[in-house]
């Protein structure tokens, strides 16, 4: 069975910094394309960032400079590093797999196969 576990959220300051984890389990996703995307009440679904084999990355306008995604294989763990946050970067925030194509138009579409219940993300002015 297929399971994707998000941690990490919380409460942060704006400049401040969090890191999201999502635990992968029950899946060889190595070579496929794992992702992020956020939603705020009232706001459409927003694809943050993409990644595939560790190396090719994707990401949303209003989070790039800010925002690093990265995978552990070893740890089958997908992160999300938050710097610079804002207050609009309030959401909750998801981790999806086998996202097809890879991208983060994709992901904001639904364009995936799996994905966790999410973790809530609170910036403070």
């Known amino acids: 069975q297929v399971q994707l576990v998000e941690s990490g959220g919380g409460s942060a300051q704006a400049g401040g910094s969090l890191r999201l984890s999502c635990k992968v389990s029950?899946?060889?996703?190595?070579?496929?394309?794992l992702g992020w995307f956020r939603q705020a009440p009232g706001k459409a679904r927003e694809g943050v960032a993409a990644i595939r084999n560790s190396v090719n990355t994707n990401y949303a306008d209003s989070v790039k400079g800010r925002f690093t995604i990265s995978q552990d294989n070893a740890k089958n763990t997908l992160y999300l590093q938050m710097n610079s946050l804002r207050p609009e970067d309030t959401a909750m925030y998801y981790c999806?797999?086998?996202?097809?194509?890879?991208?983060?138009?994709?992901?904001?579409?639904?364009?995936?196969?799996?994905r966790g219940r999410g973790t809530q993300v609170a910036v403070s002015s």
């Open positions: 999806a797999a086998d996202v097809v194509p890879c991208a983060v138009d994709a992901i904001a579409a639904s364009d995936y196969k799996y």
């Open positions: 029950g899946y060889g996703y190595y070579s496929t394309c």
